[in-house]
């Protein structure tokens, strides 16, 4: 085998270069010796789903974490005749900077997405990955029939797109904040 101008010799029809994986399967007729065959990869759709799972699981305790900093829950608390100061509130209770954060997370990971210029996802959420009270719920068949069919386009939910490149200068945007296609 010849990679990037290196050849090495296996011992086996299994073997690896720089974490991927082979498995030859048929030996090359005398024929085509010499003539180059071309390797594709594709992304790992399970893998890829293991990935939003955990960081939706990480996305969660974040909220719960705040929540526990944050929300008072006055619901089963008999306040007749008590006063305000023999109630024991969260500390961050009424902390408005954590409330726009919540609220913006929430935002971010609902917005309609603009500059993906195919196969109809246009959200998070028509990916399979939705938003309830704060959390995400990822959806696993849906999730995992949508990057079965439109990878990249679930990929161009998460990524982030060159928007202007300089020598001197580069900002990169994430692709809510992209008007166009911008490559």
Do not use: C
């Amino acid at each position: 085998i010849t990679y990037k101008g290196q050849t090495n010799t296996f011992a086996s029809n299994d073997f690896s270069i720089n974490g991927f994986n082979f498995h030859l399967v048929k030996a090359q007729s005398v024929a085509d010796a010499g003539k180059s065959i071309k390797v594709r990869t594709a992304p790992s759709v399970v893998n890829t789903v293991e990935v939003i799972q955990t960081w939706a699981e990480k996305h969660n305790a974040i909220v719960d974490e705040i929540r526990t900093h944050t929300k008072s829950n006055l619901d089963d608390v008999d306040v007749q005749g008590k006063k305000a100061e023999d109630f024991e509130l969260p500390i961050l209770s009424s902390n408005s900077t954590l409330a726009d954060l919540m609220r913006t997370l929430d935002d971010e990971l609902t917005r309609t997405v603009s500059g993906i210029t195919s196969g109809g996802l246009s959200s998070i959420p028509s990916a399979g990955i939705d938003l309830k009270q704060g959390k995400i719920e990822v959806d696993v068949p849906k999730l995992t029939s949508t990057l079965q069919t439109k990878y990249s386009q679930v990929s161009d939910l998460f990524t982030f797109k060159t928007a202007v490149t300089d020598a001197k200068f580069d900002i990169s945007e994430h692709p809510i904040f992209v008007s166009s296609d911008v490559t």
